[in-house]
């Protein structure tokens, strides 16, 4: 096949990254055929540091663009509340999508696209591309094959100096309804807990929001029951002691302890032994199975070659459980999570 027809629809943290660093690394599998943003000056911005504005469509309404473009694929990189509506515009044109996380701003939202892709033979894929990071794939096979032993207690630790980081200002990341860490940062962790320990089934959560009821959330004590019956401790904070963030993993175990530390640092320790350091070959800083990025993973899917993805069903299941921690059952109680069934 010809090379895969691109088109980007957001051009935030994410959008950038994806026009400046991985189509340009994938130049001959993918051409990037239209670029759309809100924001006028953003889009022309781009469009100048791209440097070749003949090769592509300028848009600020994403409609008009999936309306016209003639793209194979399109990279949703709006913020959450646009995420449905865009989806489901690219289906109606036969558009395989490639979607950021969250799936969507709510789980009825996220149900119904789910549905949707149900109803296509195009593509699905939610930007879940931790689980495949070399890091968490070793991670991974040292729980498997039951490193730690007897798993006793798993703590996930995502806090927080400040909420939004300095590098991450835009005007719905500290919303209540679209932002905070659980919808940013959560979401990664919940879906690998999920992908390596199985289903998360109920949660208990209690969480507290500023006294301006517009803002996301500043702290979280919750609980996470597998269907196991293994509970995971989720602890939360804007308001974490020094200028260091720590998002950490940390399963204790009757053989020892295995822990990733802020995001890529892996650590392992005997029983009664402190944890040490462990290096991990073929760790790549856009994940992905060794040296293979996520959007590389997509670009096989998509010309028949073997590849790795979440679907949106993953990005339901995921959704189920952000939902559940920012909306806590009355007085502590358990919630019951739905569960997409496949098909």
């Excluded at 495949?132 to 806090?159: H, N, S, T, W």
């Excluded at 462990?278 to 028949?304: C, H, K, R, S, Y």
């Excluded at 921690?325 to 109680?333: I, Q, V």
Aim: hydrophobic share 40%; with cysteine; aromatic share 8%.
């Amino acid at each position: 096949m010809g090379k895969i027809k691109l088109a980007v629809i957001g051009l935030g943290n994410m959008g950038r990254r994806m026009v400046h660093h991985l189509v340009p690394r994938y130049a001959e599998r993918v051409e990037l055929v239209a670029l759309c943003d809100s924001r006028e000056e953003v889009l022309q911005s781009e469009n100048k540091l791209l440097g070749n504005p003949a090769s592509f469509s300028l848009y600020t309404d994403y409609r008009k663009l999936l309306a016209e473009t003639d793209a194979d694929l399109v990279y949703i990189a709006v913020p959450p509340s646009l995420h449905y509506d865009a989806v489901r515009l690219a289906f109606e044109r036969g558009i395989h999508v490639f979607c950021e996380k969250p799936l969507a701003n709510s789980l009825e939202e996220a149900e119904e696209m789910v549905k949707l892709a149900e109803q296509t033979n195009r593509l699905n894929i939610v930007h879940f591309s931790f689980p495949l990071e070399a890091p968490v794939l070793e991670f991974r096979r040292r729980i498997a094959q039951g490193d730690v032993g007897k798993i006793q207690r798993i703590d996930l630790y995502l806090e927080f100096p400040r909420w939004p980081r300095e590098w991450q200002q835009n005007d719905w990341i500290s919303t209540r309804r679209e932002g905070g860490y659980l919808l940013e940062v959560g979401i990664h962790w919940i879906q690998m807990i999920q992908q390596t320990f199985g289903r998360i089934a109920a949660v208990s959560s209690e969480i507290e929001f500023p006294s301006d009821g517009g803002l996301c959330e500043s702290t979280v004590k919750a609980v996470m029951m597998l269907e196991s019956g293994q509970k995971i401790h989720l602890s939360g904070t804007d308001q974490r002691t020094g200028e260091e963030e720590r998002v950490s993993l940390v399963v204790q175990g009757s053989e020892g302890l295995l822990a990733l530390e802020n995001w890529g640092n892996l650590f392992v320790g005997g029983a009664g032994e402190p944890p040490q350091p462990v290096a991990v070959e073929g760790t790549d800083e856009e994940g992905g199975l060794g040296d293979l990025p996520i959007f590389g993973q997509v670009l096989n899917l998509l010309e028949g070659r073997p590849g790795k993805a979440y679907d949106f069903r993953d990005g339901y299941e995921a959704q189920a459980v952000l939902e559940a921690l920012r909306d806590p059952a009355a007085g502590g109680g358990w919630t019951e999570l739905p569960k997409a069934g496949r098909s």
